[in-house]
């Protein structure tokens, strides 16, 4: 924002300026070329590491999601390397992940720095605060996100119960993974999910809330055209 001159929504900010601004955001097909999602991410990503300079500004969201979970990570991992020792200097970016693993590079790497959204949990769901605190996570909530997005509750349980199995390894008797099977005894309860924060607080309008107030059946012409002096007072 500072970059094309925009107000910058902080109290204080140093910037330097950067020679150019890379961005590898989002995930789509490119069915024309007959490119998949992986590929058309890839693609993207080599014109970064290929053009991007110490002075360029680089801002990567989720890279190597759109393949297996092994090549994704490493993948990701070696493109975070590269950036942090490119040229010997390394370029200013912006990393966003679910790989846990990736926050051990900041033991590694000096320059690397790890920070988080914060989230509170509440009652098997979760709220997004908007806020952005120092350090990495463990965790991933995309079970709750799903809940939140309105994914059926048995969907969502089945998932829960899933997750637990491939965290702990668990097998039957015949040594079968107990993934494959669902507890169909189990009791289940109704959730609900809180309200969550707005990003942005919306200003209050009192002059919409005087008209919301109004009750215009009731009001003399003597009250409606006092009415209309107070809506003008409110507007001025």
């Known amino acids: 924002m500072a970059q094309m001159g925009s107000f910058v929504p902080a109290d204080h900010a140093r910037i330097g300026i950067v020679d150019r601004i890379f961005t590898r955001v989002g995930a789509m097909d490119d069915l024309r070329r007959g490119q ?3 590929m058309v991410e890839m693609s993207e990503t080599a014109n970064i590491l290929n053009n991007a300079t110490p002075r ?5 969201d989720e890279i190597g999601r759109g393949t297996s ?3 994704g990570l490493s993948i990701a991992w070696a493109v975070a390397e590269e950036l942090v020792q490119k040229d010997g200097k390394g370029v200013k970016t912006l990393f966003a992940t679910h790989y846990h693993e990736l926050i051990d590079l900041a033991l590694t790497q000096q320059r690397v720095r790890n920070f988080s959204v914060a989230v509170r949990e509440w009652n098997d769901s979760i709220i997004f605060l908007h806020k952005l605190v120092e350090g990495g996570t463990n965790k991933s909530y995309g079970i709750q996100v799903a809940g939140l997005a309105g994914v059926p509750l048995h969907v969502v349980q089945r998932a829960e119960e ?20 669902s507890r169909k005894n189990r009791k289940t309860k109704n959730r609900t999910h809180p309200q969550q924060l707005s990003l942005f607080q919306l200003p209050t309008d009192p002059l919409r809330e005087f008209v919301l107030g109004l009750n215009v059946d009731e009001l003399s012409p003597r009250q409606a055209l006092e009415t209309i002096y107070q809506l003008k007072d409110l507007a001025d």
């Open 69 to 71: 979970t092994y090549d």
């Open 36 to 38: 998949s999602t992986f």
């Open 56 to 60: 360029s500004l680089v801002i990567l």
């Open 162 to 181: 899933i997750l637990r199995n491939i965290e702990l390894g668990e097998f039957d008797q015949e040594g079968e993974p107990s993934i494959a099977k």
